[in-house]
């Protein structure tokens, strides 16, 4: 580290501490690693890719820094980004965090009415949108934003003089850069004006999605980032010979820290995919060392290779089941540090040219690392990877903790589990299984909500997470559910529905599900059916998104349904097992509001959604269990 940036210290007779530090000791010791380095690189609309080095990027941030501080904004005021990942988002936060101002994350797919809840309660002053549709959304609702004064644009709808609104200034980021330039001023007076920043400041209000009650903006200051970017470094290999793709939303703590401000830090290339459907395209042309990613991504990855599978001839399924038992044998004496074996390993050589190079393949054939968070993976996913020789190393934390907790360390994997803690993060298990936190990456609290702050903190500073889990004897953490999730049947018996929802969710017949039955008798699983299911249901059929709704009425997709959903938890206490499925033809979506934007279920938007049918299902095995007369 640079004299400037503060190093973690360690005491063997006390807890591991971290020394006070801020995001702009993070960007300084990024940018000192070697200023030539290729820092970020983006796709161009000419289907190029162009990449920046280091000191292109400081240029750039300094110029937007400077010209944000000449207009009519000051030191702690709110600042807001509105648009996808790309690498003008990470230009206009690293401005933002030079120039003492608070970041505003607005999540890209939020409708305009969400969008002036965060800006009217966040008291943004200015922000910073991806294009003429984001800055549609701002116009709209502008008016009834008193302290909105200046709005930039990524890619404006108009040229560079840029327009005003009512009052409101917009200007594109590239005359933001350009007045910027106009100003020159010492690099050295740039930094010191930006170590003025302090540790206990606040860094970012980064609105919770709201599952079951209003966003919250959460307040994380400048030491909260800054030790959990340096205590993730410790857990984390990452180099100046790494490229991470950076795909997931950076209006999410978990994106922002490990694809953003964790690779800065440690020297990685960052590479922006287009977009989130460009993603398997764009990570066999970048060809990443690293890919930080949602379950989604792991769980469709391995939908379509077992799709693949099933659509293959015989001989393709042989080889793919013996590859894949070499790979699981392989994959146990790894992780109980059993040594392989000459045989073993030359099997697994066979195995690896005919099946697990093909799946290197598809990741651009230099991934040395996958990171999963944001929500909990299938043991049965991380294994299969592993198997082939594609690590998947999970961990966990939230929001309210800058986010990271926990993560499994790349020597010593246990599946299950989201790893051990953080240096100098505590874990503890309340009474009613709750995980409770506390650690130097725990929130400052919720932005003008007191109350709600002192709900979440114990005045010993333990931050409850809300997540029901268990340690293990080494303090590898499991989650087993959300607490606000448990099912409690009419007879009293607790079900946590993860679990119950990941078997089901494995079937290449189901596309989401959702176990439901609260004060019930029984719990029931909604299910989206997979087009697998739809091809499966009706064989030579032609299938088309405007059927799907009618077909999933059709009793033959309902028994097929039936049959899979309920021999999936099979191995489940009766209790937990649902009796019913009920089955919808339209996805759950952030649209439709049944998601969040970090696609965590809406549960009770969701039941209100399907009241009638649910309730029709309950009426109908009630009357089914009366005695006849």
Known sequence: ????????????????????????????QGLERDRDRRALTSRQ??????????????????????????????????????????????????????????????YPTLPADQVLYILKDSGSRAIFVEDGDQLAK??????????????????????????????????????????GRLAPAPESAWIEAAREVQPQDTATLIYTSGTTAEPKGVMLSHHNLFTNTVGASMVLPITEADKVLSWLPLSHSFERLAGHFLMW?????????????????DMIETSPTFVIGVPRLYEKFYDAVMESV?????AKKVVFGAAKWVGDRRAERKLARRPVGRVLESAYGVANRLVFRKLHERTGGRVRFFVSG????????????????????????????????NVNPPDDIRFGS?????????????????????????????FRRPEWTREAISEDGWFHTGDVGELDADGYLRITDRKKNLLVTAAGKNIAPQPNEELIARSPFVEQVVLLGDRRKFPLALVVPSFQAYKSAFPGRPITEPDMEKLAEHPDLQRLMDDEVLARVSSCARYERPKRVLLSGRQFTVEGGELTPTLKVKRRVIEQSYADRIDAIYREVEAESEPCA
């Open 1 to 28: 580290m640079p004299d400037s940036a503060p190093a973690p210290v360690r005491d063997a007779a006390a807890p591991f501490e971290f020394g006070p530090g801020t995001l702009v000791d993070v960007f300084l």
């Open 310 to 314: 099933r659509d293959g001839g015989p």
């Open 418 to 446: 989201v790893g051990p803690p953080l240096a100098g993060t505590e874990i503890r298990i309340a009474d009613d299984g709750e995980i409770l936190v506390r650690g130097p990456q725990v929130m400052q609290g919720y």
């Open 374 to 405: 944001a929500a909990p993976l299938s043991a049965e996913i991380a294994r299969f990877f592993y198997a082939g020789g594609l690590v998947v190393l999970e961990g966990y934390g939230l929001t309210e903790t800058s986010p990271v907790t």
């Open 45 to 106: 609309p000419d289907g190029l890719w162009q990449s920046w080095t280091a000191r292109e990027v400081a240029d750039r941030v300094r110029s937007i820094s400077r010209s944000l501080l000449q207009g009519d904004l000051e030191r702690g005021d709110h600042v807001a980004i509105l648009s996808n990942t790309r690498m003008e988002w990470a230009l206009a936060d690293w401005a933002c965090i030079m120039s003492g101002l608070v970041v505003v994350t607005v």
């Open 138 to 179: 701002v116009l709209q609702v502008h008016d009834r934003l008193e302290n909105l004064g200046r709005i930039f644009v990524f890619d404006p709808p108009e040229d560079d003089r840029g327009v005003d609104h009512a009052g409101i200034r917009v200007r594109s980021l590239e005359q933001l850069e350009r007045d």
């Open 265 to 281: 830090y440690s020297g990685a290339e960052i590479a922006y995919a287009e977009s989130v459907t460009t993603v398997a395209r």
